[in-house]
């Protein structure tokens, strides 16, 4: 998604300091990359006209689809929620010029736009929330932009493993609240060993011990296995996220599944819990308020993980 240049229509008329907001989007897994910088409009015309001959498409911001208001939401079904998460986040919100993949195709890899505020500067500092160990998009960001790299990630251990000299690892997640994970859960399908404890945090806590409280964060990367959900809300709620230029999450929407073994075939296996254990109707409504906090979508692309179908319309589980 793209944030509108400015917080909000009211607003255009009282300064000219736009903020714009991309938004990437995978989703019911739903990746999604959002970028955020302050600018004024009379630079962002000239770069733009700069741009012209490169990038000549243009979305008409009042013709954008939008999710219903509360109300409205409140009364639809499962069914008209998932048709209604398929068509939003399948939309493009805004028009990145030059977008760029760093890490592989899969989702171990990410978009990035390399627009000219969103790309990242000279003193870049990057967020990593999710990675089992695997670094393929840092050492991709690293080789792009040097950056100040931290990931985190509680679920494994570290002793004996060799970790990139680029990063600085965290044994901690991401949340909603401060507290420790006596009892995680076993999502992925895979044989690592999983730490026992987990030490959970919210973004502003997380920023505010490392010195970063009022630090721009270039990127921020969230694939953290359903709990954006119960994350997100903070961060709406403390306006965090004002600090990030670009915000790369996976989104999963709906109703949870585990990744069963069936005959050596491993399938997913929906579950009666939601993702982040956070109602469909809360997720598609946190979807809203990032919309309305000025975020526009950027891209979309499915991935092979998962359907499920709905009024004969198959709607997939992963995008990115």
Not at 15 to 40: E, S
Not at 233 to 259: N, W
């Amino acid at each position: 998604m793209v944030q509108d240049t400015n917080r909000g229509v009211q607003s255009r008329t009282k300064t000219r300091i736009k903020v714009n907001r991309l938004f990437f989007v995978i989703g019911l897994l739903v990746l999604v990359c959002i970028f955020d910088v302050v600018h004024q409009r009379k630079t962002f015309m000239m770069q733009m006209k700069s741009n012209k001959s490169r990038c000549e498409k243009v979305i008409d911001e009042m013709n954008l689809f939008q999710i219903p208001d509360e109300d409205i939401i409140d009364k639809m079904d499962n069914n008209a929620l998932y048709l209604l998460f398929d068509t939003y986040v399948n939309l493009q919100q805004y028009h990145c010029c030059n977008l760029t993949r760093q890490g592989p195709k899969q989702s171990s890899g990410k978009n990035i736009c390399e627009d000219y505020f969103f790309k990242p500067g000279s003193k870049c500092i990057v967020y990593s929330f999710g990675s089992q160990l695997n670094f393929d998009f840092e050492e991709s960001i690293w080789r792009s932009f040097k950056c100040e790299i931290h990931t985190f990630d509680p679920s494994m251990p570290v002793e004996g493993k060799t970790l990139p000299t680029f990063i600085d690892y965290h044994l901690i997640g991401l949340s909603g609240k401060n507290f420790i994970q006596t009892e995680p859960e076993k999502w992925r399908h895979h044989d690592n060993p999983l730490l026992k404890t987990w030490k959970m945090q919210t973004l502003s806590s997380i920023m505010d011990t490392l010195n970063h409280s009022v630090t721009t964060i270039d990127i921020l990367k969230i694939d953290i296995e359903g709990w954006e959900w119960n994350a997100l809300p903070d961060m709406i709620k403390t306006d965090i996220l004002r600090h990030v230029k670009q915000l790369c999450i996976e989104l999963h929407f709906g109703y949870s599944f585990k990744y069963q073994t069936t005959n050596g075939r491993i399938k997913p296996v929906f579950t009666k819990n939601t993702w982040g254990n956070v109602p469909i109707k809360n997720q598609i409504k946190l979807l809203k308020q990032l919309f309305n906090n000025s975020f526009r979508i950027v891209r979309n692309e499915p991935l092979n993980w998962g359907t499920i179908k709905i009024e004969n319309k198959v709607i997939r589980i992963l995008n990115e």
